[in-house]
């Protein structure tokens, strides 16, 4: 099943694991929307600045640390994602209980290894 994701603290950036976890999606055919500081493309992947509505995410994951995620956290909730992937660095306990009260998935692990091994 392909599950719409959106990343969060997406980088052009070949070395970083959010550009990475951009292509590993897109690898395995799932639809990928982006955020991250600094408007750009990753493939056909364009980097959004803003809190844009996507509608549909299925999953959001976390390449942001606990303090830049803070005033992301409402806008992160109100797109009602199944899940939130807190990948190694985001972790982020406040969030983790707002999302679970909401019936949320969240999940403390590492996007690229749950592709990888066929978690996602």
């Given at each position: 099943m392909k599950k719409k994701t959106l990343v969060m603290g997406?980088?052009?950036?070949?070395?970083?694991?959010s550009n990475k976890a951009i292509h590993k999606l897109l690898y395995y055919n799932h639809p990928v929307v982006a955020i991250g500081a600094?408007?750009?493309?990753?493939?056909?992947?364009?980097?959004?600045?803003?809190?844009?509505?996507?509608?549909?995410?299925?999953?959001?994951?976390?390449?942001l640390n606990e303090e830049r995620q803070h005033p992301l956290e409402d806008y992160i909730l109100s797109l009602h994602p199944k899940r939130i992937i807190f990948n190694p660095g985001a972790e982020n306990?406040?969030?983790?209980?707002?999302?679970?009260?909401?019936?949320?998935?969240?999940?403390e692990a590492c996007t690229l290894v749950m592709l990888t091994i066929g978690d996602y």
């Open positions: 997406a980088s052009p950036n070949p070395a970083r694991y600094r408007p750009d493309k990753v493939e056909e992947v364009v980097i959004e600045t803003g809190q844009i509505a996507f509608k549909g995410i299925d999953t959001v994951t976390l390449y306990e406040s969030l983790k209980i707002k999302a679970e009260k909401q019936g949320i998935e969240c999940v």
